[in-house]
């Protein structure tokens, strides 16, 4: 969830989303919104916003007050508030639009909030605030304090000016909007106690920026019982570079180590004794590259043991993640399933036999699609897996928060191009591409029901169009459906990202996906939608069961992709949020309501049906933004 500091052109915002992002990271990714942003359809920023923080009026006001409507959260620095008569005459403050909670009134500077069945009138001020103590829980802090701006409100005291006990920091009856007479910079624990009393969770422990993760090499393995695809894949990429292969057979190769220069990366890869001589580090796996071998950025190690980890082995260097549980986890879901045949047969081995993993990665999805040597060697299917990542990417440019406890892996995977293909197996049709999204998103779905069968919670899983994965929780106090307690609110936990390269009459793809698996509050999860713990959940066998299930619903798309995406209609519909839903296209003049009634198995457009009758209104799934809470379908902004 975002946290949001309104306007960008505030000069003290960007220092503000820094100190934020050291105290919320990385339960919430503070940003700063864009006033142009504020009003514009085709930019929900409130469907994701988990607080809003104002350091001047809005632009919009109407955008705010649906926000406010919706549950959302307001933080306003710099005011003065008093109360005001909901129902009352508004010829005090001139016209007032229409509508109860927040409005606009004549001075745009002045914001009227709905609070039950009162209401408050918030003023921002221009003034130049006075040096002032403000009193926090014992505490006292220096602030600037505006003059002539009283909080004349009956509500919850966060903070009081030392001189006068006047009240500094005030929370609304509903907890919804707290609001500050003192102005930027602000104190970390002013901002905390803010944060805290609006009902955001995170840690009480500012995080030391000298602690911050930095990447860490990686490990190249391969199934135990498939050891000789980790050879395969080193020597795959020493032929492309025409380096001399290794010494000896694939059960003990000798390999020198090499660098892999890409456009984005650099990979080095290297090929230790394990376990080294012991040397003073931050992390023991530093142990296997050579010594300050980690200032450059743009170079990524990586490791290729002679032998599978073992369990000590794992215990100090990946105690994030387990392989061999992952790779019996791998063995375990492909033994129950029904078809448990080779993969495409042009590949030299099934999904899941080839892992990099690592403990701290940029993003396990630029690696693979910004370097595309890199990409077109690495010889498929190879997975990616990382236990945090630094710059995660979501679907259009967003970032993704990778916590611990999340899930994030890419799969590269290569199939020919129906006509154009001199590479032996099956090949595709490139229309029936645009399937590999809603192939994948579904077998996450299958996976949750594979690790529930009894489906206690797997059923409340759930997908959004195109390509994003949610959870049906019980409804927050101030969710929007929060008046009906049997009507479950949809949380986002997942999503899906593709990415394809064409070339040689194949295409290279590059499947990247984010879910929360055991993480905690504020971030929504799977572990959270069970009522009581669930054995054997855990990122490594969520991991398995998501790539064997997509193994063989890939499988079998393949064999029967003249059929289009038919025969798996009926599962997909059955799993997602919007059969009969009702949507407002906002990419057409003028705006049209319309019902959505399912996926085209050609070529895989969103279908909906007028309101007033008519023929079928078919979307593109890359070119539209669908804004699920406000039911509006809008082009996607680039």
């Known amino acids: 969830m975002n946290v949001l500091v309104y306007p960008s052109t505030h000069p003290d915002a960007p220092s503000l989303v820094e100190t934020l992002a050291s105290i919320l990271t990385p339960h919430y990714l503070p940003q700063l919104l864009i006033p142009s942003q504020l009003s514009v359809q085709e930019y929900p920023w409130h469907t994701s916003c988990a607080l809003l923080l104002l350091l001047s009026p809005p632009t919009d006001h109407a955008a705010v007050r649906k926000y406010i409507e919706s549950g959302g959260r307001i933080l306003a620095f710099g005011v003065g508030v008093r109360k005001g008569t909901l129902f009352g005459p508004s010829h005090d403050f001139g016209s007032l639009s229409a509508g109860l909670g927040l409005g606009m009134v004549k001075d745009t500077t002045i914001l009227r909030v709905a609070d039950g069945n009162a209401s408050f009138y918030i003023s921002f001020s221009t003034a130049s605030g006075t040096n002032a103590d403000v009193l926090i829980n014992d505490t006292v802090l220096s602030v600037s304090r505006l003059p002539m701006c009283p909080l004349d409100l009956e509500a919850h005291i966060i903070g009081r000016y030392v001189e006068g006990n006047a009240p500094a920091g005030i929370l609304s009856q509903s907890g919804l909007v707290a609001m500050w007479n003192c102005t930027p910079p602000l104190p970390d624990i002013l901002l905390s106690q803010s944060l805290s009393a609006l009902g955001l969770r995170f840690s009480s422990q500012r995080a030391d920026s000298s602690l911050e993760p930095h990447i860490l090499p990686q490990f190249l393995l391969a199934r135990p019982d498939s050891w000789q695809v980790q050879y395969r894949v080193v020597e795959a990429l020493l032929d492309h570079l025409n380096f001399r292969s290794a010494v000896g057979d694939e059960s003990q190769p000798k390999w020198e180590p090499f660098v892999f220069e890409d456009t984005n990366d650099n990979f080095h890869f290297h090929f230790p004794s394990i376990p080294p001589e012991a040397r003073n580090t931050d992390h023991p796996i530093l142990e296997l590259v050579p010594p300050n071998s980690l200032s450059n950025s743009k170079v990524k190690h990586v490791l290729v043991p002679s032998r599978p980890l073992t369990m000590e082995d794992e215990r100090i260097y990946?105690?994030?993640?387990?392989?061999?549980?992952?790779?019996?986890?791998?063995?375990?879901?492909?033994?129950?399933?029904?078809?448990?045949?080779?993969g495409t047969n042009q590949d030299p081995w099934r999904i899941g036999e080839a892992l990099m993993y690592g403990e701290v990665v940029s993003s396990t999805q630029t690696m693979f699609d910004k370097n595309p040597s890199f990409l077109r060697v690495l010889p498929p299917p190879i997975v990616s897996l990382a236990t945090v990542q630094l710059a995660?990417?979501?679907?259009?440019?967003?970032?993704?928060?990778?916590?611990?406890?999340?899930?994030?892996?890419?799969?590269?995977?290569r199939i020919g191009l129906k006509g154009s293909s001199s590479v032996p197996g099956l090949t595709i049709v490139p229309s029936n591409l645009v399937f590999i999204q809603y192939l994948y998103a579904l077998a996450i779905i299958d996976a949750c029901h594979v690790l529930n069968p009894g489906s206690e919670w797997a059923h409340k899983v759930r997908l959004k169009w195109p390509n994003d994965i949610y959870g049906?929780?019980?409804?927050?106090?101030?969710?929007?459906?929060?008046?009906?307690?049997?009507t479950p609110e949809p949380r986002k936990i997942g999503g899906v990202l593709i990415n394809t390269s064409f070339g040689g009459g194949v295409a290279d793809i590059v499947i990247g996906s984010g879910l929360n698996v055991l993480n905690a509050p504020p971030i929504a999860s799977l572990a959270q939608l069970a009522s009581t713990p669930t054995p054997g959940l855990s990122v490594e066998r969520v991991a398995a069961a998501v790539l064997t299930s997509f193994e063989r619903m890939w499988n079998s798309f393949l064999q029967n992709q003249e059929q289009g995406f038919h025969p798996f209609m009926d599962q997909y519909l059955r799993s997602w949020l919007h059969s009969d839903q009702l949507v407002t296209l906002t990419n057409r003049t003028p705006h049209q309501s319309v019902r959505i009634v399912g996926i085209t198995p050609d070529h895989g457009l969103l279908r909906t049906v007028p309101m007033g009758g008519g023929e079928f209104i078919d979307l593109q799934p890359d070119g539209n933004s669908f804004d699920m809470m406000k039911g509006l379908i809008s082009t996607k902004k680039r």
């Open 318 to 342: 990946t105690p994030q993640f387990s392989p061999s549980a992952f790779f019996r986890a791998i063995d375990e879901f492909r033994s129950g399933m029904k078809d448990t045949s080779q």
């Open 392 to 413: 995660g990417r979501g679907r259009g440019g967003n970032a993704w928060l990778s916590p611990a406890g999340c899930l994030q892996m890419s799969l590269k995977i």
């Open 472 to 486: 049906l929780f019980p409804c927050s106090q101030h969710s929007p459906v929060s008046n009906s307690k049997s």
